[in-house]
């Protein structure tokens, strides 16, 4: 059957098929080759249409109506009068290759999208390591790195237990909410000689209370304003009060101290929040012990400030300033060493904490990131390979919006 060579086949434009048909196991075999057109040749750069000879070459393509699909291509290959003979050219498969240039670039992007390279390498009928070749030969040129990091970036750990390390380091822009970047470990010294590097731009840093982030940051740049996110310094607060009840309950009979422990989330849910039953179960706590009670209004208090000061924002952050200090000091007079220590930390982290509401950034949506990691680990893509997991996680972000209408 001679198909009408102006019918177009995604990736086969221009292309001539000469015979379609379904072999016996159900493949989808198309016969194609080029129309003659004149060629340069690539020795004496002279003109010519002569054909020399032709050879088979097979190539795997993408399914066509749900069968796998080979082309078997006949191609041409001219000859030049100074003697030399050479292929001709064709829009669908370069030299040497198996496959054709769109089988590769939708595994490419399949590769960057799929929970785990078995799913594709099924899909494609292909073999994993085909997968991860063609996963892998993207990485260098879609993984060139920033030139220079923004002016407003966020910093946050995330256990990817990749290589020897545990915790790796994420850094996006935190107003575009990219991620920019993976560093293989959260040590001071690799955030520092990163920032050193790109961070020339750098002006606002946002992070979690960590000492060596901190550092790093003011190490490596020009007076940093470095803003403490909301999500870790409000943690502390549930952290202490977690604290006091485990203290308080080991003293209680052996029934209340494990159901307390049971309904231990119902202390960090807010006041207006709370279900009768865990209102009666709170009571029944704090009869048992007042510091449990104080611990559990001091975190509330704690919250009601932190609300209000978002309300306010930047324009009154010496009203929110004077709130904090009054909140220490009632902390300090109650006495409980577990809320006192938690003070002492936002005191070193005061300024930080303030930054929060003069500049209002967070890097909650590094929270998406981690999600998306731990997606990754289930699924046993097993990035034992750092710069694999790098790649995959910056590039699954890169190609959101790419290849979206892919079967
Ligand atoms: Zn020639």
Request: proline share 4%.
């Amino acid at each position: 059957m001679l198909l009408n060579n102006t019918i177009i086949l995604p990736g086969l434009e221009g292309v001539i098929i000469t015979k379609s048909e379904v072999t016996a196991d159900g493949v989808y075999e198309l016969s194609v080759e080029m129309p003659v057109t004149p060629h340069i040749c690539p020795s004496c750069f002279q003109e010519t249409k002569r054909t020399h000879d032709y050879r088979a070459q097979p190539v795997r393509h993408l399914k066509i109506a749900e069968r796998p699909t080979i082309l078997r291509y006949r191609k041409r290959r001219y000859h030049c009068p100074c003697g030399k003979n050479f292929a001709e050219e064709n829009p669908f498969v370069n030299k040497f290759q198996r496959f054709s240039k769109e089988w590769n670039q939708q595994v490419q992007i399949r590769s960057v999208k799929a929970k785990t390279f078995t799913e594709i390498a099924a899909q494609y009928q292909t073999s994993v390591s085909t997968i991860i070749r063609r996963f892998d030969a993207i990485v260098p040129s879609a993984m060139k790195g920033p030139a220079a990091l923004p002016e407003v970036i966020a910093i946050d750990e995330f256990k990817g237990n990749t290589g020897k390390e545990k915790f790796q380091l994420i850094i996006a822009d935190a107003q575009t909410r990219e991620p920019i970047d993976i560093l293989p470990n959260r040590r001071k010294d690799t955030i520092k000689d990163y920032l050193r590097k790109h961070g020339a731009k750098v002006q606002v840093v946002v992070m979690d209370m960590s000492q060596a982030f901190k550092a790093a940051v003011k190490q490596a740049l020009d007076r940093p304003i470095i803003v403490a996110d909301s999500f870790h310094f409000v943690r502390y607060m549930n952290w202490a009060l977690d604290r006091v009840r485990v203290r308080e309950q080991a003293r209680w009979h052996e029934y209340d101290r494990k159901t307390c422990k049971k309904a231990r989330y119902i202390f960090h849910k807010a006041a207006h929040k709370l279900t009768e039953k865990d209102q009666w179960l709170l009571q029944r706590y704090f009869s048992f012990s007042s510091e449990l009670k104080k611990a559990y209004e001091f975190k509330e208090a704690f919250y009601e400030w932190f609300y209000e000061a978002k309300r306010n924002g930047g324009t009154r952050i010496v009203e929110t300033q004077k709130k904090l200090h009054q909140f220490y000091l009632k902390v300090k007079e109650s006495g409980i060493p577990e809320l006192t220590r938690t003070v002492q930390t936002y005191q070193n982290w005061e300024r930080e904490i303030l930054n929060r509401f003069e500049f209002n950034y967070s890097n909650g949506f590094v929270e998406g990131l981690n999600n998306l990691t731990k997606v990754m680990k289930r699924n046993g893509f097993g990035y034992r390979n750092f710069a694999r997991f790098r790649a995959r996680i910056l590039l699954h972000h890169q190609y959101k919006h790419i290849g979206n209408s892919l079967g």
